[in-house]
């Protein structure tokens, strides 16, 4: 990518797409474009197509989505399958329509089997079921994946697909229930602590496995990939390759809370998938490893949500 070429960053305000806003800027790129939600409404076909003829960007990051963790997933499961396809639909095709350089598309680890071997590689892609709590918007990723792969094989498309670990950090989304793991016990607990709380419940055993990556490094990750000059293969992983258990992940934000109660589960709820790691030797030989442990950046995000509620 060029330093003075037009880059769209779609999902801007968000916890991914603003991450790579700021790694955009960071580098010196000079014209980066960013439509909120009510500057251009992506389950719109009409305005998606008008927005890439106006505007004619050579470069897409397409990072918006709708999100959220096991509760929203599986109580919205038909918004997250429709809204992820419709948007993904409108933008790769639009893409293509108006010939842009290259297009990444920012998938999720959900894709991949709730039973498949770990660590996780790329090939094992569609080889069983997928865990049942959020297989409507696994479904969508894996969509989207798809579309760039053969808009790619059918035209030559030069779009590609990156499946990222579990992110946090900046701009994450702190709502108690919809949230993902670590913003939503982040929340939940600092409120537990705040009433004065002696317990405090955590969904499942506690025991799943799960590997976590700060949006930073994430957002490094993928502008890195954007700015290589060779020929992808259509699905790379991002992540750390490490993961831990939420049982640990929930100790590691009560000591750093100060939280004095207990910690209890919830042995009604779903774990989930019980374990997810990724294989992360494909993007380390193309020359990008993660930086930021668990323990740095759940220190970074603690410090940043705390001063955002108590300002």
Request: hydrophobic share 40%.
């Amino acid at each position: 990518m060029e330093k003075n070429a037009k880059i769209l960053v779609l999902g801007a305000n968000g916890l991914v797409g603003s991450a790579i806003v700021r790694e955009l800027k960071k580098l010196g790129f000079l014209t980066i474009l960013t439509p909120s939600r009510n500057e251009l409404e992506l389950i719109n076909q009409k305005k998606v197509d008008d927005y890439f003829k106006r505007e004619n960007p050579q470069y897409v990051f397409l990072a918006a989505a709708k999100v959220g963790g096991i509760l929203a997933n599986n109580t919205y499961r038909a918004n997250f399958i429709y809204e992820n396809l419709i948007v993904e639909a409108n933008v790769i095709h639009a893409a293509h329509i108006n010939k842009v350089n290259k297009l990444q598309f920012t998938g999720s680890s959900c894709i991949y089997p709730k039973n498949c071997p770990q660590p996780i590689k790329e090939e094992y892609l569609l080889t069983g079921p997928l865990e049942w709590t959020n297989e409507p918007y696994a479904i969508a990723k894996i969509a989207g994946l798809k579309l760039c792969e053969n808009y790619r094989l059918q035209y030559g498309n030069d779009f590609f697909s990156v499946m990222p670990t579990n992110s946090y950090g900046p701009n994450d989304h702190y709502d108690e229930k919809n949230s993902h793991v670590i913003p939503g016990l982040i929340a939940r607990m600092n409120r537990a602590k705040m009433e004065g709380r002696d317990k405090f419940e955590v969904w499942g055993t506690g025991k799943s496995r799960r590997e976590f990556i700060y949006v930073e490094d994430l957002a490094e990750a993928c502008v890195y990939l954007m700015m290589q000059n060779i020929e992808y293969p259509n699905l790379i992983n991002i992540g750390t390759g490490i993961d831990c258990t939420i049982a640990e992940v929930a100790t590691l934000i009560k000591e750093k809370l100060g939280f004095k109660g207990e910690i209890i589960f919830d042995l009604s709820k779903p774990d989930g998938t019980p374990r997810k790691v990724l294989d992360v030797s494909l993007i380390n030989k193309l020359g990008w490893k993660a930086k930021i442990d668990l323990n740095t950046g759940l220190d970074r995000v603690i410090e940043l949500y705390l001063k955002s509620v108590n300002k």
